[in-house]
């Protein structure tokens, strides 16, 4: 156990500190304001504030986590070895950056509660993040910064155990569309007939009318693939469906057709299964629980996990209404369209909600990459760029997730890379 001394114990300093020591670096720890406590304790242990004490282990706060709200600031971001940080702290403190107040800034999202220009869905772009706008995106490092304060408390303190730690996979699948042409009623059907005329698509007007009439499988039903793909690897899988509307008409299911339910009770029956809520029900608590019922009647067992349809995320609302809902974890944390790590790490994290101050009991689990980022892209670069961001997350034994679609694994050419990297890459047999 590590025992850390402040003059101030305050929610962000006990949620940081026990991201960064327990959840990633596997220790527990424990916080005093009485001085003599700390003078008398003969384990492990650090103060953390603007002065040391004497010539114990000191880490230099910055402040950030001793105030309250958020409020925007200028922040200078250094090079420190092979990452980057911000925060930078004096010569006394055993940092040179003060890495819980920057994990903090990071882990909360204050950035994306102050002004931001947002794009037409409301999302939150890369580009306005710190990360981004200064070339650490790429890099999980809340993480990194972890595990160089691991190296100072090793040294300082050899008898301090660490528990063994290793990578591990936990994939994402989206199957808000899980058929391309089936289970979408008479209207819905009509509406694709005519805009696949009106656009001259006539070979998917053929290819739809073959898979209506049963004489084709249709192209988005893939799950007995990701089934098949999967039984035999110990990674994790979590599949998640959406019964609410789809942000464009024809693209609904018709949740209350039977072959419907019995594709979710199939999945169900394998695979970890959560729910999409719904682009238009995500500012309505009322919306979002009727949502939820729907599927917990068809699975018959509580929805735990959950994702944000068009990824959206919108602080500290979105967040709110899914810990009410009791909802455990949500795994929307991501940039549809840029690989990286949005909150700065590869590990899950509570959800803490700066308006209240306080840490909620909803895990948020990282994403690092969705294959809507690599649109164009060949499949050498995409094989590339995952397999760096894989050693990154390697390199700090953290959860690697990257997010499918089941049209991924539809068996066309322009598929194989995604079917190879997920049957090989990520869920091979063992």
Not at 57 to 62: G, K, M, P, V, W
Not at 231 to 257: H, P, W
Not at 402 to 419: E, G, I, K, T
Request: proline share 5%; net charge neutral.
């Amino acid at each position: 156990m590590l025992l850390i001394y402040t003059q101030k114990i305050t929610p962000r300093i006990t949620y940081i500190f026990k991201h960064v020591c327990t959840r990633i670096l596997g220790i527990e720890v424990t916080f005093t304001l009485t001085l003599e406590e700390f003078i008398s304790y003969e384990g492990p242990k650090l103060s953390y504030g603007k002065q040391p004490l004497g010539n114990e282990l000191f880490i230099q706060s910055n402040g950030l986590l001793t105030q309250q709200g958020f409020e925007s600031e200028t922040i200078l971001v250094k090079e420190w070895e092979e990452t980057k940080c911000f925060f930078a702290t004096s010569e006394k403190s055993m940092l040179p950056f003060d890495i819980f107040a920057a994990g903090f800034y990071l882990l909360s999202r204050y950035e994306e509660y102050l002004p931001h220009v947002k794009d037409a869905l409301g999302h939150f772009p890369a580009s306005e993040s710190l990360g981004f706008m200064h070339n650490f995106l790429h890099q999980p490092v809340i993480d990194i910064w972890a595990y160089k304060f691991k190296t100072i408390l090793v040294n300082s303190f050899p008898h301090l155990l660490f528990p063994k730690k290793e990578m591990t996979i936990h994939s994402v699948i989206n199957a808000g569309e899980p058929y391309a042409f089936r289970q979408r009623g008479a209207l819905r059907s009509l509406v694709g007939y005519s805009k696949d005329f009106s656009k001259f698509r006539f070979r998917r007007m053929v290819e739809r009318t073959a898979v209506i009439s049963g004489t084709r499988s249709d192209p988005f039903d893939t799950f007995q693939w990701i089934i098949n793909a999967t039984k035999k690897s110990r990674n994790k899988l979590s599949v998640f469906f959406m019964l609410g509307d789809a942000l464009v008409f024809d693209e609904s299911i018709n949740s209350n057709r039977q072959k419907f339910k019995l594709l979710l009770k199939y999945v169900a029956d394998y695979k970890d299964v959560g729910l999409i809520f719904s682009y238009s029900s995500l500012p309505e608590y009322d919306s979002l629980k009727k949502e939820k019922l729907r599927m917990q009647d068809i699975i018959n067992r509580d929805v735990k996990h959950s994702f944000n349809s068009q990824f959206l995320v919108n602080l500290p609302e979105t967040y709110r209404n899914l810990v009410e809902l009791e909802i455990k974890s949500d795994f929307t944390m991501v940039y549809e369209n840029t690989p990286g790590f949005r909150a700065g790490t590869c590990t899950p994290f509570l959800f803490y909600d700066l308006d209240y101050e306080i840490k909620t009991p909803l895990i948020i689990h990282p994403v690092v990459v969705t294959t809507s980022a690599f649109k164009s892209r060949y499949a050498s670069d995409i094989s590339k760029t995952v397999a760096q961001l894989m050693i990154a997350v390697e390199q700090v034994n953290g959860t690697f997730s990257m997010l499918f679609s089941n049209r991924d694994f539809s068996p066309l050419p322009a598929n194989d890379v995604w079917r190879s990297l997920f049957s090989e890459k990520l869920h091979p047999n063992e």
